[in-house]
């Protein structure tokens, strides 16, 4: 079984900053990429950041230059600084990665539990 824990997340005032952590956990084969997602209340999901294993890194035209995401391989883990932030920001963020799972030798996407951002004076 896999799955993704995260941590982090909270509330902080307009130009602070906050960090996100997730960790894969499990019967892990291969993880070919690992990434950030976010859901605002009325809005739909969107990719914030992504750190594929052969692929460039990728950043919301939103996050550039206040969001950097960071990745540990050997860890299975993957973390987004938050800087600057705005109450924009404010969302359910979600850590996703595709994962080849020792039981299957199959990838799925998998999802964490979401952690809450709120961007608020």
């Known amino acids: 079984q896999v799955q993704l824990v995260e941590s982090g997340g909270g509330l902080v005032q307009p130009g602070g900053s906050l960090r996100l952590s997730c960790a894969a956990q499990?019967?892990?084969?291969?993880?070919?990429?690992m990434g950030w997602y976010r859901q605002a209340p009325g809005k739909q999901r969107e990719l914030v950041a992504d750190m594929p294993s052969d692929s460039p890194t990728y950043y919301a035209d939103a996050v550039k230059g206040r969001f950097t995401i960071s990745r540990n391989k050997a860890k299975n883990t993957v973390s987004l600084q938050m800087n600057s932030l705005k109450p924009e920001d404010t969302a359910v963020y979600y850590c996703?990665?595709?994962?080849?799972?020792?039981?299957?030798?199959?990838?799925?996407?998998?999802w964490g539990q979401g952690t809450q951002v709120t961007v608020s004076s």
């Open positions: 499990g019967s892990i084969f291969s993880v070919s990429a």
């Open positions: 996703n990665a595709a994962i080849r799972s020792l039981t299957t030798m199959k990838v799925n996407d998998y």
